[in-house]
Antibody, heavy 118, light 112 residues
Framework: EVQLVQSGAEVKKPGESLRISCKSSGYAFTDYSITWVRQMPGKGLECMGDIDPSDSYTNYSPSFQGHVTFSADKSISTAYLQWSSLKASDSAMYYC???????????WGQGTLVTVSS | QSVLTQPPSVSGAPGQRVTISCTGNSSNIGAGYDVHWYQQLPGTAPKLLIYGHTNRPSGVPDRFSGSKSGTSASLAISGLQAEDEADYYCQSYDSSLSGSYVFGTGTKVTVL
């Protein structure tokens, strides 16, 4: 059974750093990209970009380029989303999802809620 | 602001058929890139409903169907049921700027 399990909710202060995780199981981790999706409170879905775990090649959506970093550890089938300096506007639900060209985002994590507040 | 535009809301009575449009341009849907559709029930992660314009993943009822024409795509829900009340999003690739996948603005479906 394919599963993507994300790390738990986080409460941080502005300026702090953060890394959230997405652990995959039930399939060959390096055969699919991982896409990260942001959903701000009461708003729609935004595609942040994706990472190919086979070679860690990343592709960032223009709105997120330079603000976040994707990484992946093949040895533990886990993808990461990282901020070096959080802002209040980063408060949102973040989802990871498995992606294969032409097949959409077919399996999703349960989401990680990030709250940034002083 | 998304480059894929959807109506904010649609509604219908149980058993009726509703359609949701997803309007793009020549940099995304019109360029031939795949369109996918997702359903997001309240408080849950999105779920893939349609991929590659018209294909349903295993387990998705055939009440859901997708189509594409020119620079637009549509999702149709026939035999509307109470459990279909959710937010729906289209997704495609956009080749403008640096190129990236984009979601539509989202549509709330209400079952009357």
């Amino acid at each position: 059974e394919v599963q993507l399990v994300q790390s738990g909710a986080e409460v941080k202060k502005p300026g702090e750093s953060l890394r959230i995780s997405c652990k995959s199981s039930g399939y060959a981790f390096t055969d699919y990209s991982i896409t990260w999706v942001r959903q701000m409170p009461g708003k729609g879905l935004e595609c942040m970009g994706d990472i190919d775990p086979s070679d860690s090649y990343t592709n960032y959506s223009p709105s997120f380029q330079g603000h976040v970093t994707f990484s992946a550890d093949k040895s533990i089938s886990t993808a990461y989303l990282q901020w070096s300096s959080l802002k209040a506007s980063d408060s949102a639900m973040y989802y990871c999802a498995r992606h294969y060209d032409g097949s959409g985002l077919d399996f999703w994590g349960q989401g990680t809620l990030v709250t940034v507040s002083s | 602001q998304s480059v894929l535009t959807q109506p904010p809301s649609v509604s219908g009575a149980p058993g009726q058929r509703v359609t949701i449009s997803c309007t793009g341009n020549s940099s995304n849907i019109g360029a031939g890139y795949d369109v996918h559709w997702y359903q997001q029930l309240p408080g849950t992660a999105p779920k893939l409903l349609i991929y590659g314009h018209t294909n349903r993943p295993s387990g998705v009822p055939d009440r859901f169907s997708g189509s594409k024409s020119g620079t637009s795509a549509s999702l149709a829900i026939s035999g509307l049921q109470a459990e279909d009340e959710a937010d729906y999003y289209c997704q495609s690739y956009d080749s403008s700027l640096s190129g990236s996948y984009v979601f539509g603005t989202g549509t709330k479906v209400t079952v009357l």
